[in-house]
């Protein structure tokens, strides 16, 4: 069990959590949460926003009973995190455009600042995208070359693929798709890393719930994934 040592209300919608944890998170991976005893039947998965080793953060938005519950956590109250899993993002240095959409901006937070720690000169733009109120928008300024906020239109319009040299996206499938067909209409040369967050259920690559099909064959989102290539995810379509 960790101790939740913030959970904070952000917007009417989202939640930022912080517990104690000795982790070695990665960026753009993901811990399944829980707290309760056995209604609803499965932990729910959660991207890591934010790691220091000590700790770690989770942006959350309320969208049924388990985020529910996570809301009603205070200070000092106790969640079983089992984590972190998964593949993430990987490693990259030069032109980087990291692409968000709602509760997809969640893992892009700790990929600007591990890229920026890894790779000092390279270049972080991120492109976030909100249906409702932005949020932590100084934050991510602080841990991005720049920050370009889209409130209620498509976050796809406003990058360029060419000018990089790797795009890293998470959102709702749609944009993704939308971002990876733009990215082969204008040629872009950067790979695009697509974070699919397919419904789970075990979370470690035993119950195939999260299966998505790739040009490779079935992979699961949560042990293959969730990071994979957006090539693989939406070439075939
Ligand atoms: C790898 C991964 C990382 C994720 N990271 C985050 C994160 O950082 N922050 C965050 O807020 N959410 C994240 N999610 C989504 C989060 O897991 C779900 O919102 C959560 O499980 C909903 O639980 P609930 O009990 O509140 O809602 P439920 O009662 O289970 O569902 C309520 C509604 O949400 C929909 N829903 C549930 N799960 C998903 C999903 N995976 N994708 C789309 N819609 C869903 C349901 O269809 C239903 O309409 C992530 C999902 C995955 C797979
Ligand atoms: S959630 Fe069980 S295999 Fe992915």
Request: proline letters at 5%.
């Amino acid at each position: 069990m960790a101790k939740v040592l913030e959970n904070q209300r952000i917007t009417d919608d989202f939640y930022l959590m912080k517990v104690e944890e000795e982790n070695n998170a990665e960026m753009g991976q993901f811990y399944m949460l829980r707290a309760w005893d056995k209604y609803p039947i499965l932990s729910r998965p959660i991207s890591v926003f934010d790691s220091d080793g000590k700790t770690v953060s989770f942006l959350y938005k309320i969208v049924g009973q388990g985020t529910e519950i996570f809301k009603g956590l205070e200070p000092g109250d106790e969640i079983k995190i089992d984590g972190p899993h998964g593949n993430g993002f990987p490693d990259a240095n030069g032109k980087i455009a990291l692409v968000g959409g709602g509760v997809g901006v969640a893992p892009l937070y700790l990929t600007a600042k591990r890229l920026k720690a890894a790779n000092p000169d390279a270049v972080v733009d991120m492109y976030l995208g909100f249906s409702g109120e932005p949020m932590l928008v100084d934050r991510y300024e602080a841990v991005a070359d720049s920050v370009t906020v889209n409130v209620g239109g498509f976050v796809t319009d406003d990058i360029d693929p060419t000018k990089y040299d790797v795009i890293m996206t998470c959102g709702p499938e749609i944009m993704m798709k939308v971002l990876y067909k733009k990215c082969v209409s204008v040629g872009a040369a950067a790979p695009l890393y697509v974070s699919m967050e397919n419904r789970m259920a075990c979370g470690i690559g035993a119950c195939l719930v999260c299966t998505c099909k790739t040009s490779g064959g079935n992979k699961r989102a949560c042990k293959d994934g969730p990071v994979m290539l957006g090539s693989e995810v939406f070439g075939n379509e």
